[in-house]
């Protein structure tokens, strides 16, 4: 069983940066495809991007290309999301997912418990 915990959200202002952080234990990070999901208030959860063997995937959030950056450190079994010049449309609880590429999806089989990002205008 592979748990993660996020951090790194909060309330930042249009324009600014947020790194958010996705810590694992309890399975062998390096075998997984990590990635992150949003979900916007009132709307369904969104895959933004994943990272497998070294290659960065996007999902239709093709707004935050350009703009958030994928990376991992498997010494510490951490994934992170860095995002610049945040827009409010960019507000939503972000979830970090531990799981595998199928096809051109990414599947999340397991899930942290979601950080809230917050872009002020």
């Known amino acids: 069983q592979v748990q993660l915990v996020e951090s790194g959200g909060g309330l930042v202002q249009a324009g600014g940066s947020v790194r958010l952080s996705c810590s694992t234990s309890g399975g062998t990070f390096s075998s997984y495809a990590m990635g992150w999901f949003r979900q916007a208030p009132g709307k369904e959860r969104d895959f933004v991007v994943c990272t497998w063997n070294g290659i960065t995937y996007y999902g239709d959030s093709r707004s935050v290309k350009g703009r958030f950056t994928i990376s991992i450190d498997n010494a510490k079994n951490t994934v992170y999301l860095q995002m610049n010049t945040l827009k409010p449309e960019d507000t939503a609880v972000y979830y970090c997912?531990?799981?595998?590429?199928?096809?051109?999806?990414?599947?999340?089989?397991?899930w942290g418990q979601g950080t809230q990002v917050t872009v002020s205008s």
């Open positions: 997912a531990a799981g595998r590429r199928v096809g051109t999806r990414f599947i999340g089989d397991y």
